[in-house]
């Protein structure tokens, strides 16, 4: 043994190490087996001992100190006494995939890095295929989106987006208390929220108690079959946007019609109205006599629901002057 060894741990739960075959610098290797000696047939269920062989299985760890640290694993396939079948064991410390096989903690520290780092990059970092990761994120996030299911929802919120922009439509639902998402379901119409709600049972419906969606008719139906009790909550960015468009139609109309033989969309007035709903109005206008309106800022009010809405719009001119 050389003077400056010593001893560590791979603090990996039935784990014990036969050997460490190289140690150097930039990389560890380390032989391993599990510390059960009796092993269940998956098949019968019956206990035993006998080992047919050996093989040896290469499974990526986390690093040691720096090092990109490999165990080699060995694996051993069983003969069962009672049925004769042969069969490999598991290990739950072991994610093994197709092809790539990874110990379970450093399946974890790769699931929280896609966080921060595209796969691509975790994939050349620690020498694992793209789609092995790809399967390790999406294998969790099935567990996380299951428990949040599991979990009682007291505001729902519920809209609509485009996966390919105006091609493939699917509807969102969010836990409006945590901010979580509770699902990404096919299609925007009644079939595929009843479907969601049918999924999460009757008890879960039954616990949510404001459900907020774009106002779309198509959700309407579902929510009052399955969340007739809740309160139906139209959400303000919609709200808003249905009353910019209408002011905008008025705002065109105007522009269009007039008395005969006048021209409003000409009038200097009538043209720069348009640009009334892009400029704030704390700022002053050019050209304008009027003093600067500024808007108020009001506190919300104790118990209201909707923030106060913004100050009267600018007056338009009407038509015809
Ligand atoms: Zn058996």
């Not at 419906?205 to 198509?218: K, M, P, Q």
């Not at 007739?228 to 468009?245: E, K, N, Q, Y």
């Amino acid at each position: 043994m050389s003077p400056d060894a010593m001893t560590v741990r791979l603090h990996l739960r039935r784990i014990r190490v036969v050997d460490v075959t190289v140690d150097l610098p930039e990389r560890l290797e380390v032989v391993v087996e599990d510390t059960r000696r009796v092993v269940r047939c998956p098949h019968c269920g019956f206990r035993t001992t006998r080992v047919h062989d050996r093989r040896r299985v290469r499974v990526r760890d986390v690093t040691f100190g720096g090092r990109p640290t490999v165990l080699i694993w060995l694996r051993r396939r069983l003969t069962c006494e009672d049925c004769s079948g042969r069969f490999l064991e598991e290990h739950p410390e072991f994610v093994l995939g197709r092809v790539s096989h990874v110990t379970r903690r450093l399946a974890r520290t790769l699931v929280r890095d896609v966080n921060r780092l595209p796969i691509r990059e975790l994939s050349r970092r620690w020498g694992l295929g793209w789609h092995f990761i790809m399967g390790l994120v999406a294998s969790w996030s099935e567990l996380v989106v299951a428990e949040r299911r599991r979990r009682r929802c007291r505001v729902l919120m519920v809209d609509e987006t485009s996966l390919r922009r105006r091609h493939r439509y699917v509807t969102v639902l969010i836990n409006g208390e945590t901010g979580e998402g509770l699902g990404v379901v096919r299609h925007r119409n009644s079939q595929a929220l009843s479907g969601f709600f049918a999924s999460q049972g009757h008890r879960w419906c039954r616990g949510v108690r404001v459900v907020v969606t774009d106002g779309s008719e198509a959700y309407r139906a579902a929510i009052r079959s399955h969340l007739g009790h809740a309160t139906h909550v139209v959400d303000r960015f919609h709200v808003a946007r249905w009353f910019a468009s209408a002011l905008i139609e008025v705002r065109r109309r105007i522009q269009r019609i007039g008395p005969h033989g006048s021209r409003p969309a000409y009038d200097p007035d009538v043209f720069r109205s348009r640009y009334l709903q892009l400029r704030r109005e704390d700022r002053p206008r050019r050209g304008s006599e009027e003093p600067p309106r500024t808007r108020p800022c009001r506190p919300p009010r104790a118990g209201s629901r909707l923030d106060p809405l913004p100050a009267p719009p600018p007056h338009l001119p009407s038509r015809g002057r």
